[in-house]
């Protein structure tokens, strides 16, 4: 069975505490991985897209990266407006011909002045 | 803001009701994806949506049904409401499936009494 599983469930830093969070799936055959901010009472917000083991992508403070089995989002010098959860989602080969996602549980991220 | 348009944001019923949730995906998306969201259960997908016709269904329940119409604006029906359908549901959208970023709405609270 397709499953992902992120953490830690909650993390609190401290303003400019450089930090990692972990998303790890077993899926039959990875199609991509993404990652999503969600602000309380938001729709998940598009981050990156990762599709093989080896790849990174950037953006302001976040950088994401992907091996075979499991994926870190890097947060480097965080701002109190980095506070979100932070879903990791995956799209399996095994799903057919469908672009359904398998989200984890997230990690709530906050980030203290 | 993604272009994906959710409507009602708020939607309060009580057990035993039928309502429906309005979804328009963003200019020249085919694909639409219906996710509910509950504390509990996490992100979970509903059903898929290609160029009019069903793709893929998830855990949906046989009281609901989803379809999406000619325009590609989808619509999903949830009736003989319990209390446990209280949720987040979610809309998303993407160019092509089944690979590629799915682009999310701002969501439709819904709270059965």
């Known amino acids: 069975e397709d499953q992902v599983t992120q953490s830690p469930e909650a993390l609190r830093l401290q303003e400019g505490e450089s930090s990692s969070l972990n998303c790890s799936y077993t899926?039959?055959?990875?199609?991509?991985l993404f990652w999503y901010r969600q602000d309380p009472g938001k729709g998940p917000e598009f981050l990156f897209t990762l599709y093989s083991a080896g790849e990174e992508k950037e953006k302001e403070r976040l950088k994401a990266t992907l091996t075979k089995k499991e994926s870190f989002l890097h947060i480097t010098a965080p701002k109190p407006e980095d506070s979100a959860t932070y879903l990791c989602?995956?799209?399996?080969f095994g799903s057919g011909n469908t672009g359904k996602l398998i989200f984890g549980q997230g990690t709530t991220l906050q980030v203290k002045p | 803001d993604s272009g994906v348009t959710q409507t009602p944001k708020h939607l309060i019923t009580a057990t035993g009701q039928r309502v429906t949730l309005r979804c328009s995906p963003r200019?020249?998306?085919?694909?639409v994806y219906w996710y509910q969201q509950s504390l509990d259960q996490g992100l979970q997908f509903l059903i898929q949506y290609y160029n009019g016709e069903e793709r893929a269904k998830g855990n949906i329940l046989e009281r609901f049904s989803a379809q999406q119409f000619p325009d590609l604006h989808s619509e999903l029906n949830l009736s003989s409401l319990e209390l446990g359908d209280s949720a987040l549901y979610f809309c998303?959208?993407?160019?092509?499936?089944?690979?590629?970023?799915?682009?999310f709405g701002p969501g439709t609270r819904l709270t059965v009494l």
């Open positions: 998303a959208s993407s160019v092509t499936t089944p690979s590629g970023e799915q682009f």
């Open positions: 200019s020249g998306d085919l694909s």
């Open positions: 989602a995956v799209q399996a």
């Open positions: 899926v039959s055959g990875l199609r991509g």
